[in-house]
Nanobody, 114 residues
């Protein structure tokens, strides 16, 4: 069955970096455009950015220039490199198809604090 499993979260200081991973299975990852999403405490789940099946990327304004999405089609894994982290990046991060048609994974918690 379809599985999405996010990992790599943790505590980071402002200005620090983290790299998140999303291991996937059960669907044709290489031909699927994928996105990252995040949900801050008390807020709705928001779109962070996406990577198309052919590799083009786009990002929300709040993370553009700081976050980079990449993919490893051979291993059906999605990545989110987060640099120059800000306290406002504190959230649980999720991956999904850009149509949000896959079951959500458990997410990975990112906390940015000094």
């Amino acid at each position: 069955q379809v599985q999405l499993v996010e990992s790599g979260g943790g505590l980071a200081q402002p200005g620090g970096s983290l790299r998140l991973s999303c291991a996937t299975s059960g669907f044709a990852f290489a031909s699927t455009s994928m996105g990252w999403y995040r949900q801050a405490p008390g807020k709705t789940r928001d779109w962070v950015g996406y990577i198309a099946d052919h590799g083009a990327t786009n990002y929300a304004g709040a993370v553009k220039g700081r976050f980079t999405i990449s993919r490893d089609n051979a291993n059906s894994t999605l990545y989110l490199q987060m640099n120059n982290l800000e306290p406002e990046d504190t959230a649980v991060y999720y991956c999904n198809r850009i149509t949000l048609s896959l079951p959500w994974g458990p997410g990975t918690r990112v906390t940015v604090s000094s």
